[in-house]
């Protein structure tokens, strides 16, 4: 505690942090300078200005200059008594004193190592008492609300450095977009303030997940965007975006000096990159020159305000004119003086050394690079920057969505702490969904981040990085009262907040609370990545990913848990080690990728491996084999950087718009995704790593008609090599959306015409398939509204064709509405994405889970027997957390959904729902060590039956 105090920044000149006493005389020097200007202010006009000549006139508005001239390089920081504060700024009047019992405490505390075990007493919107607290400060309270926290998890508020929650609202409309200026490269004048929508639907989903206060930045359009706003999600009485700022840092209440409001720090967004360049068609070397030329025009006005100031406290006014300053670059002056924290959004090794350069020649430091995928590679450079080196803020594994994430490594938050860099986990939101923040601190603790870092990533870190360590990002006395209480360790999968507390105040008004297994308590055990992390670097962040096959023909896993098998449409556990001893244990032994038996370490199985066979072993050590996982959804197969049209195979022409080419087959053609599939791409290999050995694809349309889908292995280097293509083509798929296409009822229309009406060539042949029955219509639509049109159109269809017909919803974010009519009309859905997001105005209808609502989607469909799959919505690099997804539906559905049809939801289930048929042959196998595939487990080996090899990871 004591350490953190001294780094307080406080008010002063200096550049090194004062001890307290400095700052407070320091205060008392001001406080004298000013309040003999403003006696200077009323003397009478003509005993100032001197009539003798020779001597200088003192300008009428002096004092205010020289007011001016006295902070000119004051610090920003909290008033030097701020930590004996007995209430909040943001205290809302009537929060009851709140008393939180026997909890687990991570307080972020000696470098986050700090655990207590004890209570909580949260008034007047601070932490008044932390751990034991005695009878008597209890006795001074009646009104006290007393929450007992059963000995689980508490933490800080969870604090998010890079959101656009309020500016780049959900659901998103054009009406609501307030994320980019279009006005120029260049505009640190404009303040996310000014567009902050209050009514944004993430504020409360975001904290039903945790996040207590979010950096909302300008988007990154251009090289230098405008302010960011520091706010606390919560809404405030006055339902206004000033209420919901942190510490207003525009309260200085013009140009008129109140040495009670001090200096507070802003935020600045910066871009390099490809984004600016493509917003305004420029270069980097253009970007570059941006940045030097607003920051020389800064440069200037601060040296000329220094000149000013040094002539004018001597009383040296002859021809000073006005004091220089100028509205429109104010801002950028300040960070030039050091009270601007600067966000800067950066990724390559180009543009990191770029901005570094560019410190160094204007002298301002930066706060932090975000994004950042090729820090990691280069740390040497964020060293070398101007003041110290940026914290950088990333993503746990969203990467290769443009030319440069496409380095971006899951091994980074590690790197670059082993580097003595700070790490931050961000969300980007509504990038990502920051409901879920604590999930990419969970992913960065799996992939090798001290557990210690992976908790501050998101509290204290950020919170040291805006320059607020001060009052948040700390379980501490007189820290403002932001907590979390988990249902679990924060950094195990899955862990949901059972409340939350925003300045004391209780933010979920009927938290639903999940049971989870006991061991959740504990923090995760996780795999070691040493081998792949040093690979990573050895090959400049793109280490080789493709599979190599097992060294002899016959492999034996030892030490197996559990064994899950497919049996027909189902998954099943065919084997389980009746204790954990090593005999009970499971031995699996498997030849040219077929395996021959599975058995304890005592069993035939176990001895029909003959000592003198060239085996390989692998020990699980627990472990599992369990059915490779399957991705759907997403461009997966199709497409390899997201934002670089050379590298997909590109969108079919919408035959609803502009129709398909004559050449192509005109109406009656179906385009194939077997034609266009692209193998070996660095997602689709890291998905084969991760267990998801297949993947379902349809060909790419912003319009209605897709195509026909395919199935491949995501493993394979082509679509030649023997078990590449699992099937050719399984189902047509449309997509019914509100925006792309003619209208919502123009498109039923058409699919009435496809299923009723005459039609020719491809179109024909698989229509007649699915009129038969014998294959399903996959339909992308999210809306209650259009997947109600659709069932209707499915029994008007049935009823005339007197068949039923197979029908599958992808994405159906408000498919739980209908989940009784949809289990009725045996309709399946797929969810994509797996956890419900309002993205759109469509897709606003969500059933959030718990805590906010008792049952997640997943469970509210299976509860009325509808057969559900769960896809990715976003681009292939999600691909990888399928395990991820499908033990979170599982956590989330409180013991509901058992571990085989938890796996069900992303294999058999995708296959059945997208008329790919696995009966025929075995599919893959993934073999985990320490865990099964639900768990934090690592995938170690890949049983191929199609392609007769063991391929190990
Ligand atoms: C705290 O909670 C744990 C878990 O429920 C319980 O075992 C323990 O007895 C509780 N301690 C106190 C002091 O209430
Ligand atoms: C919404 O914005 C997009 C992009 O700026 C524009 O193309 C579209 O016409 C707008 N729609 C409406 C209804 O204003
Ligand atoms: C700002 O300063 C003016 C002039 O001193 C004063 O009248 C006004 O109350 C101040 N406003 C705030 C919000 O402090
Ligand atoms: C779901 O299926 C089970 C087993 O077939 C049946 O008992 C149950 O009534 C069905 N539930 C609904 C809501 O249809």
Not at 584 to 601: E, I, L, N, R, Y
């Given at each position: 505690?004591?350490?953190?105090?001294?780094?307080?920044?406080?008010?002063?000149?200096?550049?090194?942090?004062?001890?307290?006493?400095?700052s407070?005389?320091?205060?008392?020097?001001?406080?004298?300078?000013?309040?003999?200007?403003?006696?200077?202010q009323?003397?009478?006009?003509?005993?100032?200005?001197?009539?003798?000549?020779g001597?200088?006139?003192?300008?009428?508005?002096?004092?205010?200059?020289?007011?001016?001239?006295?902070?000119?390089?004051?610090?920003?920081?909290?008033?030097?008594?701020?930590?004996?504060?007995?209430q909040?700024?943001?205290?809302?009047?009537?929060?009851?004193?709140?008393?939180?019992?026997?909890?687990?405490?991570?307080?972020?505390?000696?470098d986050?190592?700090?655990?207590?075990?004890?209570?909580?007493?949260?008034?007047?919107?601070?932490?008044?008492?932390?751990?034991?607290?005695?009878?008597?400060?209890?006795?001074?309270?009646?009104?006290?609300?007393?929450?007992?926290?059963?000995?689980?998890?508490?933490?800080?508020?969870?604090?998010?450095?890079?959101?656009?929650?309020?500016?780049?609202?959900?659901?998103?409309?054009n009406?609501?977009?307030?994320?980019?200026?279009?006005?120029?490269?260049?505009?640190?004048?404009?303040?996310?303030?000014?567009?902050?929508?209050?009514?944004?639907?993430?504020?409360?989903?975001?904290?039903?997940?945790?996040?207590?206060?979010?950096?909302?930045?300008?988007?990154?359009?251009?090289?230098?965007?405008?302010?960011?706003?520091?706010?606390?999600?919560?809404?405030?009485?006055?339902?206004?975006?000033?209420?919901?700022?942190?510490?207003?840092?525009?309260?200085?209440?013009?140009?008129?000096?109140?040495?009670?409001?001090?200096?507070?720090?802003?935020?600045?967004?910066?871009?390099?990159?490809?984004?600016?360049?493509?917003?305004?068609?420029?270069?980097?070397?253009?970007?570059?020159?941006?940045?030097?030329?607003?920051?020389?025009?800064?440069?200037?006005?601060?040296?000329?305000?220094?000149?000013?100031?040094?002539?004018?406290?001597?009383?040296?006014?002859?021809?000073?004119?006005?004091?220089?300053?100028?509205?429109?670059?104010?801002?950028l002056?300040?960070?030039?003086?050091?009270?601007?924290?600067?966000?800067?959004?950066?990724?390559?090794?180009?543009?990191?050394?770029?901005?570094?350069?560019?410190?160094?020649?204007?002298?301002?430091?930066?706060?932090?690079?975000?994004?950042?995928?090729?820090?990691?590679?280069?740390?040497?450079?964020?060293?070398?920057?101007?003041?110290?080196?940026?914290?950088?803020?990333?993503?746990?594994?969203?990467?290769?969505?443009?030319?440069?994430?496409?380095?971006?490594?899951?091994?980074?938050?590690?790197?670059?702490?082993?580097?003595d860099?700070?790490?931050?986990?961000?969300?980007?939101?509504?990038?990502?969904?920051?409901?879920?923040?604590?999930?990419?601190?969970?992913?960065a603790?799996?992939?090798?981040?001290?557990?210690?870092?992976?908790?501050?990533?998101?509290?204290?870190?950020?919170?040291?990085?805006?320059?607020?360590?001060?009052?948040?990002?700390?379980?501490?006395?007189?820290?403002?009262?932001?907590?979390?209480?988990?249902?679990?360790?924060?950094?195990?999968?899955?862990?949901?907040?059972q409340?939350?507390?925003?300045?004391?105040?209780?933010?979920?008004?009927?938290?639903?609370?999940l049971s989870?297994?006991?061991?959740?308590?504990k923090?995760?055990?996780?795999?070691?990545?040493?081998?792949?992390?040093d690979?990573?670097?050895?090959?400049?962040?793109?280490?080789?990913?493709e599979?190599?096959?097992?060294?002899?023909?016959?492999?034996?896993?030892?030490?197996?848990?559990?064994?899950?098998?497919?049996?027909?449409?189902?998954?099943?556990?065919?084997?389980?080690?009746?204790?954990?001893?090593?005999?009970?244990?499971?031995?699996?032994?498997?030849?040219?990728?077929?395996?021959?038996?599975?058995?304890?370490?005592?069993?035939?199985?176990?001895s029909?491996?003959?000592?003198?066979?060239?085996?390989?072993?692998?020990d699980?050590?627990?472990?599992?084999?369990?059915p490779?996982?399957?991705?759907?959804?997403?461009?997966?197969?199709?497409?390899?950087?997201?934002?670089?049209?050379?590298?997909?195979?590109?969108?079919?022409?919408?035959?609803?718009?502009?129709?398909?080419?004559?050449?192509?087959?005109?109406?009656?053609?179906?385009?194939?995704?077997?034609d266009?599939?692209?193998?070996?791409?660095?997602?689709?290999?890291?998905?084969y790593?991760?267990?998801?050995?297949?993947?379902?694809?349809?060909?790419?349309?912003?319009?209605?008609?897709?195509?026909?889908?395919?199935?491949?292995?995501?493993?394979?280097?082509?679509?030649?090599?023997?078990?590449?293509?699992?099937?050719?083509?399984?189902?047509?798929?449309?997509?019914?959306?509100?925006?792309?296409?003619p209208?919502?009822?123009?498109?039923?229309a058409?699919?009435?015409?496809?299923?009723?009406?005459?039609?020719?060539?491809?179109?024909?042949?698989?229509?007649?398939?699915?009129?038969?029955?014998?294959?399903?219509?996959?339909?992308g639509?999210?809306?209650?509204?259009?997947?109600?049109?659709?069932?209707?159109?499915?029994?008007?269809?049935?009823?005339?064709?007197?068949?039923?017909?197979?029908?599958?919803?992808?994405?159906?974010?408000?498919?739980?509405?209908?989940?009784?009519?949809?289990?009725?009309?045996?309709?399946?859905?797929?969810?994509?994405?797996?956890?419900?997001?309002?993205?759109?105005?469509?897709?606003?209808?969500?059933?959030?889970?718990?805590?906010?609502?008792?049952?997640?989607?997943?469970?509210?469909?299976?509860?009325?027997?509808?057969?559900?799959?769960?896809?990715?919505?976003?681009?292939?690099?999600?691909?990888?957390?399928?395990?991820?997804?499908?033990?979170?539906?599982?956590?989330?559905?409180?013991g509901?959904?058992?571990?085989?049809?938890?796996?069900?939801?992303?294999?058999?289930?995708?296959?059945?729902?997208?008329?790919?048929?696995?009966?025929?042959?075995?599919g893959?196998?993934?073999?985990?060590?320490?865990?099964?595939l639900?768990?934090?487990?690592?995938?170690?080996?890949?049983?191929?039956?199609?392609?007769?090899?063991?391929?190990?990871?």
């Amino acid at each position: 505690m004591r350490e953190e105090q001294g780094k307080l920044p406080s008010f002063t000149q200096e550049t090194s942090p004062p001890r307290r006493g400095q700052s407070s005389r320091r205060l008392r020097i001001v406080l004298t300078v000013v309040l003999s200007l403003v006696a200077f202010q009323y003397l009478p006009l003509s005993s100032v200005l001197s009539s003798t000549s020779g001597s200088v006139q003192v300008p009428l508005r002096a004092p205010e200059w020289l007011a001016k001239c006295e902070l000119l390089n004051a610090k920003p920081g909290p008033p030097p008594d701020f930590n004996t504060r007995t209430q909040s700024d943001r205290f809302a009047l009537g929060t009851k004193p709140t008393l939180i019992t026997n909890a687990t405490i991570w307080t972020g505390g000696v470098d986050g190592l700090e655990v207590l075990k004890g209570d909580i007493l949260l008034d007047r919107g601070i932490i008044k008492r932390v751990g034991v607290i005695d009878r008597h400060t209890l006795a001074g309270y009646i009104d006290l609300v007393r929450i007992d926290a059963k000995g689980q998890w508490v933490s800080p508020g969870i604090v998010d450095l890079h959101s656009h929650i309020g500016a780049d609202s959900l659901p998103e409309l054009n009406g609501s977009d307030d994320t980019n200026s279009y006005k120029g490269p260049v505009l640190p004048w404009l303040r996310v303030l000014d567009g902050l929508n209050t009514r944004d639907e993430a504020y409360k989903l975001s904290i039903s997940g945790g996040i207590t206060t979010a950096l909302v930045l300008p988007g990154s359009a251009n090289a230098i965007g405008g302010q960011g706003a520091l706010i606390k999600l919560r809404p405030t009485a006055d339902r206004s975006p000033t209420g919901m700022l942190l510490e207003s840092p525009y309260e200085r209440n013009g140009s008129v000096y109140d040495p009670r409001a001090y200096f507070r720090y802003r935020q600045m967004k910066h871009a390099c990159g490809e984004n600016p360049d493509g917003v305004y068609s420029m270069t980097r070397m253009d970007t570059a020159w941006s940045f030097r030329q607003a920051y020389e025009h800064a440069r200037k006005i601060k040296e000329s305000q220094d000149d000013f100031c040094s002539k004018a406290t001597r009383g040296d006014w002859g021809g000073l004119g006005d004091f220089p300053e100028d509205l429109q670059w104010e801002a950028l002056v300040d960070v030039l003086r050091g009270r601007v924290k600067v966000q800067t959004h950066c990724y390559e090794t180009v543009d990191l050394d770029d901005l570094v350069r560019i410190t160094n020649e204007f002298k301002f430091p930066i706060a932090a690079f975000h994004h950042a995928h090729e820090t990691y590679l280069v740390p040497g450079t964020l060293k070398s920057a101007y003041g110290h080196p940026p914290a950088v803020a990333l993503f746990a594994t969203q990467a290769r969505y443009k030319r440069e994430a496409f380095r971006g490594s899951e091994f980074a938050p590690r790197i670059l702490a082993e580097n003595d860099l700070q790490v931050v986990m961000k969300s980007d939101h509504p990038v990502l969904n920051s409901r879920f923040l604590v999930y990419e601190a969970q992913q960065a603790h799996y992939y090798g981040l001290p557990h210690n870092l992976a908790l501050a990533s998101v509290t204290s870190t950020p919170a040291k990085v805006m320059g607020m360590e001060h009052r948040i990002g700390y379980v501490k006395e007189g820290y403002d009262a932001d907590l979390v209480l988990w249902d679990s360790h924060p950094l195990a999968l899955g862990a949901t907040p059972q409340q939350v507390w925003i300045d004391g105040i209780a933010q979920i008004d009927t938290p639903y609370l999940l049971s989870k297994p006991a061991a959740f308590q504990k923090r995760p055990e996780t795999p070691n990545f040493d081998k792949e992390k040093d690979e990573t670097l050895k090959y400049d962040g793109l280490p080789p990913l493709e599979p190599k096959p097992s060294r002899s023909r016959t492999v034996v896993f030892t030490n197996v848990k559990t064994v899950y098998r497919r049996d027909e449409q189902r998954i099943r556990e065919t084997f389980t080690a009746v204790s954990d001893d090593v005999l009970s244990a499971g031995v699996v032994v498997v030849h040219d990728g077929q395996v021959q038996c599975v058995g304890s370490a005592t069993s035939a199985c176990a001895s029909s491996v003959l000592p003198s066979e060239d085996v390989e072993h692998i020990d699980l050590e627990g472990g599992s084999i369990t059915p490779g996982l399957v991705s759907a959804g997403s461009a997966l197969g199709l497409s390899e950087i997201d934002q670089e049209e050379s590298t997909q195979d590109g969108y079919v022409a919408d035959a609803l718009s502009e129709g398909v080419p004559s050449l192509a087959g005109g109406p009656g053609a179906l385009i194939r995704a077997a034609d266009g599939l692209i193998f070996g791409t660095r997602d689709a290999l890291l998905a084969y790593r991760s267990g998801v050995t297949a993947g379902i694809v349809a060909p790419q349309t912003r319009g209605f008609l897709a195509g026909l889908n395919t199935a491949f292995s995501t493993g394979a280097s082509h679509r030649l090599e023997d078990g590449a293509l699992l099937q050719e083509a399984g189902a047509v798929h449309v997509a019914i959306h509100r925006v792309g296409s003619p209208s919502v009822s123009t498109q039923i229309a058409a699919l009435r015409r496809l299923l009723l009406g005459e039609t020719t060539g491809d179109v024909k042949v698989w229509f007649d398939k699915i009129k038969a029955g014998e294959a399903p219509l996959v339909i992308g639509a999210a809306s209650a509204d259009i997947i109600a049109s659709i069932v209707a159109l499915k029994a008007e269809a049935e009823a005339k064709l007197k068949t039923s017909l197979k029908f599958t919803i992808v994405g159906g974010a408000e498919a739980h509405i209908l989940a009784k009519e949809l289990g009725a009309a045996n309709v399946g859905v797929i969810l994509a994405p797996a956890r419900p997001f309002p993205n759109s105005w469509e897709e606003r209808r969500i059933l959030p889970g718990p805590p906010l609502s008792e049952k997640s989607a997943v469970a509210t469909l299976l509860d009325h027997n509808v057969t559900v799959g769960l896809g990715i919505a976003s681009e292939g690099w999600d691909a990888r957390n399928a395990c991820f997804d499908v033990a979170w539906a599982a956590l989330d559905a409180n013991g509901e959904i058992s571990k085989t049809d938890a796996l069900a939801l992303a294999s058999v289930n995708l296959e059945k729902l997208l008329g790919i048929k696995t009966d025929n042959l075995e599919g893959d196998l993934v073999a985990t060590s320490g865990g099964d595939l639900l768990e934090f487990s690592k995938v170690v080996g890949v049983i191929s039956p199609r392609r007769g090899v063991v391929d190990i990871i």
